[in-house]
């Protein structure tokens, strides 16, 4: 119903930066929230930043000043911009999306996630 391909994870060296995409793809009514969250090894999954649809803005504290998310309605397709990457910013980062299928069925789809790995 809905499908979601990340990319942009990797290898990077401490105070490097990377740029990760979802876009997504399918039939609904409408699409409403879109984010990112990650799971570090050992510790349980976090927000990132989300964006609505109208452009409202959240961020984790520990990422606010870093990271920038933003959102082409177009393409229907999030980006995270990561700067300023620490070790600590290590893990799987996935992308999720809120959409409506029908007027009274909503729906998250979760991407299958990518790595990032900050590391010298």
């Known amino acids: 119903q809905v499908q979601l391909v990340e990319s942009g994870g990797g290898l990077v060296q401490p105070g490097g930066s990377l740029r990760l995409s979802c876009a997504a793809s399918?039939?609904?009514?409408?699409?409403?929230?879109m984010g990112w969250y990650r799971q570090a090894p050992g510790k349980e999954r976090e927000l990132v930043a989300n964006?609505?649809?109208?452009?409202?803005?959240s961020y984790a504290d520990s990422m606010k000043g870093r990271f920038t998310i933003s959102r082409d309605n177009a393409k229907n397709t999030i980006y995270l911009e990561m700067n300023s990457l620490k070790p600590e910013d290590t893990a799987v980062y996935s992308c999720?999306?809120?959409?409506?299928?029908?007027?009274?069925?909503?729906?998250?789809?979760w991407g299958q996630g990518t790595q990032v790995t900050v590391s010298s």
């Open positions: 999720n999306v809120n959409v409506l299928l029908t007027r009274l069925r909503p729906f998250a789809s």
């Open positions: 399918g039939s609904w009514l409408s699409i409403g929230l």
């Open positions: 964006i609505g649809s109208d452009g409202t803005i």
